[in-house]
Nanobody
Framework: QVQLVESGGGLVQAGGSLRLSCAAS????????MGWFRQAPGKERELVAA???????????DYADSVKGRATIFRYNARNAMDLQMNGLKPEDTAVYYC??????????????WGQGTQVTVSS
């Protein structure tokens, strides 16, 4: 049974940084897409950053405009894990962040697995 477990959320002041982690178990995603979504209160869940497998041990990363330049996604195939480093946090980054995984190289279709989410709160 595949499980995605997030960690690293918390309360941070505006301008600060956080690093979210996602550990996958029960399956191998070394050739599949993984990414991060977030959902703020009263808003729809949105894609923040995602990685596409492009061959060998390489991934291509894409970012939402709202986090571009402030977020970096890291894949660690050896331990089936992924991180999201976010800098220059803003109050509008406050949301529950979800790890997501697909059973395909590209992330453009329906997510196959979700984590339980981790809360990120940015105070002004």
């Amino acid at each position: 049974q595949v499980q995605l477990v997030e960690s690293g959320g918390g309360l941070v002041q505006a301008g600060g940084s956080l690093r979210l982690s996602c550990a996958a178990s029960g399956g191998t995603f070394s050739r599949f897409a993984m990414g991060w979504f977030r959902q703020a209160p009263g808003k729809e869940r949105e894609l923040v950053a995602a990685t596409r497998w492009i061959g060998d041990n390489a991934f291509s990363a894409d970012y939402a405009d709202s986090v571009k330049g402030r977020a970096t996604i890291f894949r660690y195939n050896a331990r089936n894990a992924m991180d999201l480093q976010m800098n220059g946090l803003k109050p509008e980054d406050t949301a529950v962040y979800y790890c997501a995984a697909w059973l395909r190289p590209n992330y453009r279709d329906t997510v196959d697995y979700w984590g339980q989410g981790t809360q990120v709160t940015v105070s002004s």
